[in-house]
Each structure stands twice: as structure tokens, then as C-alpha cells.
């Protein structure tokens, strides 16, 4: 989630919660607790975009300042990465085939940025975007983003081929936020923020979507950054509640994260699926949970 909320997102942030407290068979939810990665103020309330690379370090936008990237490289331990270029800002960050790729929400663009020489090979630019906000990125390369028109409490959902090609996949959503692939790749999983809703798709073989699902929905609070497991569970922050749900690929919630901060924007998970990292808005900072194998 960018640093632009509207009132509506503003209002379900103090709104009492409602999600579910049990599983189907009525049994308790496993209800696991966070601890501080990194501390308050590390971290501009832009915080954003966690993901662990190769390197084994976490990687967040905003570090110190806005239109950085941070390398978190042990707890408590960072630096600037990478400073993007002047009036570009980045809000969510994904590793593929070697590159890191950058929501560059400002400039609407997604950013292809090699490590090794930190230099921006490519930039993917649509005006006609509103942002982008989050991305997801599929084996063989196509860019999936969400693009929320905060102002007006609603969205779109492009699809970005590996050569720069947009292709507009829905249009009149809802705020889109969260954006996620399952393992496989089959399923493409989408919030929107202000309505409270999950969407699951079908992906094509063209990279197309299909056979659009609910999988779950809320009565309160807002909806942000979303990652998948190895088992295909998904995790949805709750900006607001500060929770983490565990999601099965059913809809069923299997297990609830609190966190010190109620207002978590994106989670990432570690290579070995062990840990989750949540970046955490108004504290400035990154919260870490150990995940039961």
C-alpha cells in the first residue's frame, strides 16, 4: 500500500474486527506473535515491498528515505541498496531470473533492475496506469499488477509481457492491492483493499484469466500485500487489524499472525518458507514470525 489512503481506508483501519476466530470444524486457530526485524523509524511509513533474495537478504523500499530500496541483510542491520531515480518511488519489489523488479508507483512504471550493477535495464512504462501498486511475476516471465485508483475506490488488473507489451485484463474493480501467483502458477490471487474482498482467478496458457472466484471476504478493516507457501496457502495482512491470516487455497483461514503494529502492508517469506517478514506502515518498520513446520 502506498502512503496515499483515502478516508474510506482510513475508517476501516479503527472499525472492530469480525473475521473468523475457528476453523470449519470449530477447532481453535493456531494464533501465532510477531517481533521486530527491523526497529521503528528504520523505514519511511512507505515501507513496502519485502522480498528475500538470493543473497538470502530481505529487500524493502524506503529505507531511511523515500525512493530507496533497503538491503536488510541481518536483524536490526541495513543499508541503502539503491537510490531509484529522481521522482520514482517504489512499492513493491520481486526477484526473477536474476533481475529485481521495482512498482515504480509514481513514474507508473515497473522497473527491471540488475544486482549485480544496481543499473535499471528496462523500464516498463504505461501511463495510462494509476500507479502500479503491487506485482507478481509468473515462470515465464509475464508481470502481473495491481493498479488502484485510491481517489475514486477503485482498480484495474494488467498483465505485462516479458518484452513490455500491456494488455488491460479488467477494468471497474475495486481498490486492487494484493497480487499473488500460487505455486504452480495456475491461480492468480487479487484483493481490493477497501472492499475487503479475495479474488481468485484462472490463469491460461496465454497468460490470460479466467473463471474469476471469491475466494474470502471481510466485514472490516483493509486488505494489502499477499504471498503464497509452497503448499499454496496464501497470506493476507490485514492493514488495521494487525494480523497476518493464513489462507488455504479453499478460502478456509488455517492460522492468524498478530503483530506489535496494526498496520502491516506486505509479508514476505523466506526461501525455506520458516519465517515471515511484514512491513509495517505507520511504525516505520519490519516485524518477523517463525512459521511451524
Do not use: C
Not at 538470493?54 to 543499508?79: H, M, P
Not at 492460522?255 to 518458507?273: C, E, F, V, W
Amino acid at each position: 500500500m502506498v502512503k496515499i489512503l483515502t478516508t474510506s481506508l482510513l475508517a476501516l483501519a479503527i472499525a472492530a474486527s469480525a473475521a473468523a476466530d475457528t476453523k470449519t470444524n470449530n477447532e481453535p486457530l493456531p494464533t501465532l506473535a510477531s517481533t521486530d526485524w527491523m526497529p521503528d523509524g528504520s523505514f519511511t511509513s512507505g515501507v513496502e515491498g519485502p522480498v528475500v533474495g538470493a543473497d538470502g537478504s530481505l529487500y524493502a523500499v524506503n529505507f531511511e528515505n523515500q525512493g530507496t530500496i533497503g538491503r536488510i541483510s541481518a536483524k536490526n542491520t541495513g543499508a541503502v541498496w539503491l537510490a531509484l531515480p529522481e521522482g520514482s518511488i517504489g512499492n513493491s519489489l520481486r526477484f526473477h531470473d536474476g533481475f529485481l523488479y521495482v512498482a515504480d508507483y509514481t513514474g507508473h512504471n515497473v522497473l527491471k533492475i540488475d544486482p549485480a550493477s544496481r543499473e535499471i535495464q528496462h523500464k516498463f512504462h504505461n501511463p495510462q496506469m494509476h500507479q502500479p501498486n503491487d506485482i507478481t511475476i509468473a515462470g515465464n516471465g509475464t508481470i502481473y499488477a495491481s493498479d488502484p485508483d485510491w481517489a475514486n475506490n477503485s482498480g484495474q488488473l494488467w498483465r505485462i509481457s516479458p518484452d513490455g507489451e500491456f494488455t488491460l485484463l479488467e477494468k471497474d474493480m475495486g481498490t486492487t492491492n494484493g497480487i499473488e501467483l500460487s505455486p504452480g502458477g495456475k491461480k492468480l490471487y487479487l484483493n481490493e483493499s477497501v472492499q475487503r474482498r479475495v479474488w481468485v482467478y484462472d490463469v491460461l496458457q496465454n497468460g490470460d484469466v479466467a473463471n474469476k472466484k471469491l475466494l474470502i471476504a471481510f466485514d472490516d478493516f483493509g486488505l494489502d500485500g499477499m504471498q503464497t507457501d509452497a503448499e499454496g496457502s496464501l497470506y493476507i495482512t490485514r492493514y488495521g487489524a494487525g494480523t497476518v491470516l493464513k489462507v488455504s487455497p479453499a478460502g478456509d483461514v488455517l492460522a492468524t499472525i498478530r503483530l506489535k503494529g496494526q498496520h502491516p502492508t506486505n509479508i514476505a517469506l523466506s526461501a525455506d518458507g520458516s519465517t515471515g517478514y511484514v512491513t509495517m506502515q505507520q511504525r516505520g518498520a519490519i516485524e518477523y514470525f517463525a512459521i511451524p513446520r
